[in-house]
């Protein structure tokens, strides 16, 4: 869709502002950091050659689906104590460089790996009934931060948590326990998990197996590094604006954020109030796309009545829907041309292999993605309650927090909270300024959700880019804030979506698609995670040549 006059140089404007933006902030952020330095993950030692990315693994076991783990598992074909060696020694070696895990518990998991091997070598069960009461027996986990994980911390980033230690677990992680799987421990996230690079004065910034100058997305950004490299094999996430989906594609493997309501949120901070408990979905993450599903059960719980999981898929019959961009917003960046590519192959594999018709189609409010997800998020819920104020949040029920003055702060190098938190609160302010404005492109959303139902149905799935640019630099996306608009769209309209990787980019780094079904039909985009892991390859192991 072509652009206005008026829509170019605004584009143009918003280019040089960002820029200039990224230059301040760059002399700023040197300034604060060697005012207050923080955590990060170590620098190579002295006098070895510079690291790009991440060495491959040289452990098999590391390399297996947590599927296929759990079934030698069971049939004492591995020991569990084995497989859980294996990723404490793969973390061992891999976090220096990453910053992913940011508190382990190896001594705890080890003790539930003897447990286990205890469990099977005195012969309670056969293998069937094994499989049924305990999925994934042994298999080893990790958990973002965010989530209480009995004995670890739970900061989501801020530090006036820092030293909070949680006492229970959260449902979801209670679930995996119970079917059986081992947690390793818990995984980077953003400040208060509302921003797409996984960076706080807690714990430091995570940086990305691929290229260690790139980020790993967020606010699940640990999680995804973790699997992306090979340190765990399943994981949990959550994703309120795409914060499983984007550290899936810059890590370059599966993320699934089902429909609103199928998993539940319980034993998370900050857990969503009002109408963001519509948007914000807990949902799987993980290297290959058969243990999407199982995990899937396994979270929901009794809520997996809602899907049609135990529905055959025959893709051959399903109506496929493609979309290359958004339409042209003037705040995002414009596709890259090999993520367009990436998806034109999915389109043209399709097509060869099923006989199928790939409409290509144009919805343009997905062009207001951004502030469609901006009015929506700020907005009352049926009772009439506002939204919870991401200033009370940073504040943790103690002193509130002023934006402005934690903005001056920030560059004395003496405030307690990162930059793009700061950010938020003060477009929180702001878009409060437009009530008007804000009503009318709720209308929109809601619109938006009609007409996308309407072209999904229960038999229809949209391919659409999970992201406009491969994994920026750190700190670039200060430069282009709102590009995380290509997931965060989904997060209001109540969808199923299911990233999936697509191979690398000519400089090594993952490339990626969403594919999004309508409402309860989970079972659609599970079945394309598969299918596409089949033609495409899936996860690539970093530091393959």
């Not at 286990?116 to 056969?126: A, C, P, R, T």
């Not at 502030?371 to 929506?376: E, G, L």
């Amino acid at each position: 869709m072509a652009l206005s006059r008026a829509e170019r140089c605004l584009v143009l404007l918003l280019r040089l502002l960002s820029r200039a933006f990224l230059v301040l902030l760059s002399l700023a952020g040197r300034a604060s950091a060697a005012l207050a330095p923080g955590p990060c993950a170590l620098p190579p030692p002295v006098g070895a050659p510079p690291v790009r990315c991440v060495p491959p693994p040289g452990q098999p076991l590391v390399l297996l689906s947590a599927g296929q783990l759990a079934r030698r598992i069971r049939r004492r074909e591995v020991k569990c104590i084995d497989v859980v060696q294996a990723y404490i020694k793969r973390i061992e070696e891999i976090n220096p460089f990453v910053n992913a895990v940011v508190k382990d518990r190896f001594d705890a998991a080890l003790q539930e790996a003897h447990h286990v091997d205890k469990l099977l070598s005195e012969g309670h069960g056969d293998e069937d009934s094994l499989q049924e009461k305990f999925p994934f027996l042994g298999v080893p986990f990790t958990v973002k931060e965010a989530f209480a994980l009995h004995g670890m911390p739970n900061t989501s980033g801020l530090v006036s948590r820092r030293n909070l230690i949680s006492t229970s677990d959260a449902l979801v992680v209670s679930r995996l326990k119970q079917a059986g799987a081992i947690p390793l421990g818990v995984t980077n996230c953003s400040e208060l998990c509302m921003w797409y690079e996984s960076s706080n004065n807690v714990y430091g910034r995570t940086n990305n197996p691929y290229d260690l100058q790139r980020i790993v997305g967020g606010s699940s950004g640990g999680e995804g590094c973790v699997l992306g490299a090979a340190c765990s094999v399943i994981g949990v996430g959550s994703d309120i604006g795409g914060s499983i989906r984007m550290p899936a594609f810059f890590n370059g493997i599966f993320g699934h954020k089902p429909t609103t309501g199928v998993v539940p949120n319980d034993g998370q901070f900050p857990n969503a109030l009002g109408v963001r408990t519509e948007f914000l979905c807990t949902g799987p993450m993980c290297r290959y796309a058969e243990d999407l599903e199982p995990m899937l059960r396994v979270m929901a719980g009794p809520g997996v009545r809602k899907l049609k999981l135990d529905e055959k898929v025959s893709l051959e019959k399903v109506k496929f829907y493609c979309m290359e961009h958004d339409g042209g917003s003037v705040f995002v960046s414009p596709v890259d041309r090999e993520i367009l590519q990436a998806q034109r192959k999915v389109v043209e594999r399709l097509e060869a292999q099923f006989g199928v018709q790939v409409q290509h189609v144009t919805i343009h409010k997905m062009k207001y993605a951004f502030q469609i997800w901006s009015a929506m998020m700020s907005s009352r819920d049926s009772d009439g309650q506002e939204a919870q104020l991401f200033t009370d949040l940073l504040g943790d029920h103690g002193k509130p927090v002023w934006p402005l003055w934690e903005l001056m702060k920030w560059f004395l190098g003496i405030s307690l909270h990162t930059i793009p938190a700061i950010a938020l609160a003060l477009t929180e302010k702001l878009m409060k300024l437009n009530p008007g404005g804000n009503a009318k492109l709720v209308s929109m959303g809601h619109s938006l959700r009609t007409e996308m139902m309407n072209l999904l149905g229960t038999d229809g799935m949209l391919l659409y880019p999970s992201h406009p640019i491969v994994a920026p630099k750190h700190h670039s996306p200060l430069g282009m804030p709102f590009n995380f608009a290509y997931t965060a769209v989904f997060n209001v309209l109540g969808l199923p979506v299911t990233q999936c990787p697509l191979g690398l980019s000519s400089e090594g780094l993952p490339l990626g698609i969403q594919v999004v079904a309508g409402p309860h039909n989970d079972h659609l985009t599970l079945a394309m995670a598969r299918y596409l892991e089949k033609a495409f390859g899936g996860w690539v192991c970093p530091g393959k040549s």
